[in-house]
């Protein structure tokens, strides 16, 4: 009782602290686990045979979990990108580790080819998780990434199967008899023998029971078939690991899916930090303080080796660069079958080296979360990773391509915006290149063409030379520069009224020509602040007024600064921003009402191309 005290405590402190500081739920079990363990605090009062019997139950239940993701219609529809691009993804890394593992640690060729298996596969459900929190998952990279996990999932059956073989010839010269080749067959046999059941047995059980309405025992009978899965393999020397994820492909094959999903669901978060609180509490940290540059040559081998061949296979396969580069550091870790895959390495790789392994893979899973969302927020934009490759460009309607405002951009901003001024009676003709929401706002009412925004081609064809005003509603900073730059040189005079996603960003803009821009936050963070005035005493009126004058002076103080914020002189532009939030302080301590009709009379949004941007 006391152990699980201390998980759950860990669990409760440490997880929401890492993700208060944006490094993610994974890195704070695995820094809970790394703290309470025998090499950290060591507040667990178990023995090492209990801690090991938790680390396994961890492994198990992880990859039950991974198992129940892979139903075979899922493997069947994705097998092109599963069999071609994973099969060369871990042939490739394997054989690349392999050749350095005997080039710069002098191993012999079966140790190397292990810890080239070991090192091939990725984090399932970090890479996953990451990609989902994001809203990458659905991306060219993000599938493509999904294939090759699915496939390493899957390709780690042969490699439990094959280690048995590569240790005979350790075992023979340790007089040991090893019947590896009888091992590897009876593995095999067991695997068959899972799956054959799994077709003939567990669905007229599941079916029976479900009869009886007995919930508790439906749920009771999956566990058995985990727990089976995992004592069958155990008994033919293979990790029981391996049996639960098979058990999971299983289930996941039955009609009662959803409902074996359900019951777990609410476990499902527990079972996952317990696997890498699990991971944690097993890392030497004594070996990384004694050895951190070793270590950590390791990891940065593990990461920057992978992410390197992960990209020049994708580009190999004609993915774009910002694709080829998420597909990349989404499998730049190792995975958690390396645990398992260690596990099973005895008389292949020494004590020394199998520690280092654990320590290497799981510090490179704790930092893929950080390289994805670096990666994401820096290195591209949904513009260059959705998946578009696979619909051609709507055609735009002939009636709508006399209409006076086009619109680049379909998300919440674009949505309110075309609201508006359909309410006012001006039609506009709107491009995006997200299909799924295209398809969303058509079922409202609001029609949209699908179409990259950065094509001058389509939106030509979209009416941009009829447009009388052209509205960039992106939320990818870079993409809405790249079109502006395009529209100017193409045509000087078109206003272009653009959504900005901060002041720099709107400096950028006005600099390039834009007509007028709208910081995306302010709108309604001036409207929530009108509201806030009022419940501190200030009467609607004289809020409303505050509120014209802080807006007016806004704009006209991001136009003013927009011909500085491109000087080579910092200091300058930093003190003329301080001298205008100082005099608006002022401003808005006297009378609003007076200063904003000497405000108003003296600026008004400017029509085209400005001359004095």
């Avoid at 520069?481 to 960003?505: G, S, T, W």
């Amino acid at each position: 009782m006391h152990d699980l005290l201390v998980y759950l405590l860990s669990m409760v402190i440490m997880v929401p602290l890492s993700k208060r500081v944006g490094f993610g739920a994974v890195i704070g079990y695995l820094i809970a686990g790394s703290l309470i363990g025998p090499e950290g605090f060591s507040l667990l009062n178990g023995s090492e045979s209990f801690t090991a019997q938790v680390a396994d139950f961890g492994v198990i239940m992880m990859l039950l979990l991974i198992g129940l993701e892979l139903s075979p219609k899922l493997l069947w529809k994705l097998r092109g990108p599963i069999l071609g691009l994973g099969s060369i993804q871990v042939l490739l890394t394997s054989m690349v580790c392999m050749i350095g593992a005997m080039t710069f640690l002098d191993m012999d060729w079966r140790s190397a080819l292990c810890v080239g298996m070991i090192l091939s596969v990725s984090s399932t459900a970090v890479s996953l998780q990451s990609l989902q929190e994001l809203g990458y998952s659905k991306s060219v990279g993000g599938e493509r990434s999904f294939a090759v996990l699915l496939f390493q999932d899957v390709a780690v059956i042969p490699m439990l199967a094959i280690l048995p073989l590569l240790g005979a010839h350790s075992a023979i010269e340790n007089g040991q008899s090893l019947p590896a080749l009888t091992r590897t067959f009876l593995t095999l046999g067991a695997v068959a023998a899972i799956i054959v059941s799994g077709r003939l047995m567990i669905r007229p059980l599941f079916k029976f029971i479900s009869r009886m309405k007995l919930r508790e025992t439906f749920t009771a009978l999956a566990l058995f078939i985990v727990a089976a899965a995992a004592a069958l393999m155990h008994e033919v020397g293979v990790s029981p690991a391996l049996g639960a994820f098979l058990a999971g492909v299983v289930l996941a094959d039955s009609e009662y899916e959803h409902q074996i999903e359900a019951d777990i669901e609410p476990f499902k978060g527990l079972l996952l930090g317990l696997f890498f609180m699990t991971v944690g509490s097993g890392l030497k940290l004594g070996l990384i303080w004694s050895e951190p540059l070793v270590v950590l040559g390791w990891v940065c081998a593990i990461v920057f080796g992978k992410s390197i061949l992960t990209y020049a296979l994708g580009r190999l396969v004609k993915l774009r660069p910002p694709e080829s580069l998420l597909f990349s550091v989404s499998l730049a870790q190792g995975g958690e079958f390396a645990f398992v895959l260690v596990a099973q390495s005895t008389g292949l790789i020494n004590e020394e080296l199998s520690q280092i392994l654990i320590a290497s893979v799981a510090l490179s899973m704790a930092i893929s979360p950080i390289l994805i969302k670096l990666t994401v927020r820096y290195g591209m934009s949904r513009l260059d990773c959705v998946k578009s490759e696979e619909r051609l460009p709507d055609t735009v309607d002939e009636s709508e391509r006399d209409n006076p405002v086009l619109v680049v951009g379909i998300g919440r901003f674009g949505q309110t915006l075309i609201r508006f001024l359909r309410a006012n009676g001006y039609a506009s003709t709107v491009l995006d290149i997200d299909s799924e929401q295209i398809e969303i706002m058509a079922k409202f009412g609001i029609k949209s063409y699908f179409g990259d925004g950065s094509n001058l081609d389509l939106l030509r064809a979209a009416g941009l030379d009829r447009a009388k005003v052209l509205v960039l509603a992106l939320d990818e900073p870079e993409i809405t520069l790249k079109i502006v730059e395009m529209i100017r040189a193409y045509n000087p005079a078109l206003p272009i009224y653009a959504r900005a996603f901060d002041r720099v960003q709107a400096y950028k803009l006005l600099h390039l020509g834009v007509s007028e821009i709208v910081v995306e936050t302010s709108g309604s963070a001036l409207t929530l602040g009108k509201d806030v005035l009022q419940a501190l005493g200030v009467s609607a009126e004289r809020a409303e007024s505050k509120g014209q004058l802080f807006e007016v002076n806004n704009r006209r103080s991001i136009r003013d600064l927009s011909k500085r914020f491109h000087l080579d002189d910092r200091e300058t532009f930093i003190q003329a921003s301080r001298q205008m939030s100082e005099q608006l302080e002022a401003m808005l301590k006297a009378d609003p009402e007076e200063l904003l009709r000497g405000a108003s009379s003296d600026w008004s949004p400017p029509v085209g191309n400005p001359s004095h941007v």
